[in-house]
């Protein structure tokens, strides 16, 4: 969807819940000495200004980063909020990196790293924000460029599907996605981002997922109020495939954390 700009959620609740553990993954995967492949779907523009007035206006930050890192969600040495203070030590307090920059500070000279962005804008920010971490950009379709770089080399690694589901037909061509992605890359962790909205939308692809009996599958979700009056999303969900040992207990941990501060009431 050509539409779909993520700077106006920046740093919203949703991401401090993805990026908590998707942080935690790459921490994880990147003790091992192994080279390993990072592949994302829908990657965005790669920085956010969180004073720019597109954030401004939602205020999605403030209910997100602003708080619940404040509150303690995670610990000052996880791999999120160092990844994030990295980024911030180069940029300015006011940015907010998403899911690629992250990544890219995790990540190893040995690793690789393939990202797509289809919208024109979002592509060339990407280029730029990414150009000093020997990321390769792609100008395409997501689940094409996922498609026919599996099985990547290195063989090992992580691939982040987020995409905007701004387009109804996403809930129910992803199941058939990942179901291809795995059967291609079996021994690949595909990581699932999905939002929770008042109409349950997603309810419908879980099922799907969960009838392909896919390996090591871990389903973890968080819920939070409406960031603004009006707002449909009510929480966040990950579906990882192949998940990586001790995800499942860091999940819970960060589950307890979420509500020791008050986010979900």
């Given at each position: ?109 040995e690793d690789r790293m393939d990202l797509a ?149």
């Amino acid at each position: 969807m050509l539409s779909y700009q993520h700077i106006y959620h920046a740093g919203n609740p949703a991401d401090v819940h993805k990026h908590a553990l998707l942080c935690w993954m790459l921490g994880y995967m990147t003790g091992k000495a192994k080279p390993l492949s990072y592949i994302e779907t829908h990657a965005g523009r790669g920085l956010y200004r969180l004073d720019a007035p597109e954030a401004v206006r939602t205020g999605e930050a403030a209910a997100g980063v602003g708080r619940l890192l404040e509150a303690g969600v995670v610990q000052q040495d996880h791999p999120y909020p160092r990844a994030l203070a990295q980024v911030r030590a180069e940029h300015g307090a006011q940015v907010y990196a998403g899911s690629p920059l992250l990544a890219a500070m995790l990540l190893r000279a040995e690793d690789r790293m393939d990202l797509a962005e289809l919208h024109p804008q979002e592509h060339d920010a990407l280029r730029f924000a990414m150009s000093p971490c020997g990321a390769r950009v792609h100008k395409r379709d997501g689940f094409d460029m996922a498609q026919s770089l599996c099985p990547p080399t290195p063989r090992r690694g992580l691939m982040l599907i987020d995409p905007s589901y701004e387009v109804k037909d996403d809930y129910s061509a992803i199941p058939g996605q990942i179901a291809k992605l795995h059967r291609k890359w079996n021994v690949g962790v595909i990581c699932l981002w999905y939002p929770i909205l008042t109409s349950a939308m997603h309810g419908p692809m879980l099922s799907a997922l969960k009838a392909q009996d896919l390996p090591n599958a871990l389903r973890h979700e968080v819920r939070f109020a409406p960031v603004r009056p009006g707002h449909r999303m009510v929480g966040s969900g990950l579906f990882v495939v192949n998940a990586p040992f001790g995800l499942a207990a860091e999940a819970a941990r960060l589950s307890a954390a979420w509500d020791a501060t008050g986010a979900s009431r």
